[in-house]
């Protein structure tokens, strides 16, 4: 795999583990039976905003680098967030294995 490429991939998923520990940090505070603070809650909010949108610009990155056509790929990566990154990365996948294999 081109190193530039992994670069972009690794930071995709470092950035969509960011959003999910925000989620899930919300999820169990808000859980509880005492309310969540508004700064607080709103912290999250944003830590997820921000996680979800540098996963956007990386796996952008990553679509740009594979020489992929960006628009359609963007539009599935924010309607399917987790989907279609998961579809998105193993096509790149597979496609490297395929140009070592060859």
Do not use: Y
Not at 58 to 85: D, E, H, N
């Amino acid at each position: 795999m081109n190193p530039a490429l992994k670069n972009a991939v690794e930071w995709a998923l470092i950035a969509l583990l960011v959003a999910g520990a925000c989620l899930g940090l919300l999820v169990v505070a808000n859980g509880g039976d005492e309310e969540i603070s508004a700064v607080k809650a709103t912290m999250l909010s944003l830590g997820i905003a921000g996680g979800w949108l540098a996963h956007l610009v990386f796996m952008a990155q990553c679509l740009k680098i594979s020489g992929r056509r960006m628009m359609p790929w963007l539009l599935l990566l924010i309607v399917f967030t987790p989907i279609a990154s998961a579809v998105l990365l193993a096509m790149l996948f597979s496609g490297a294995q395929s140009r070592q294999a060859g």
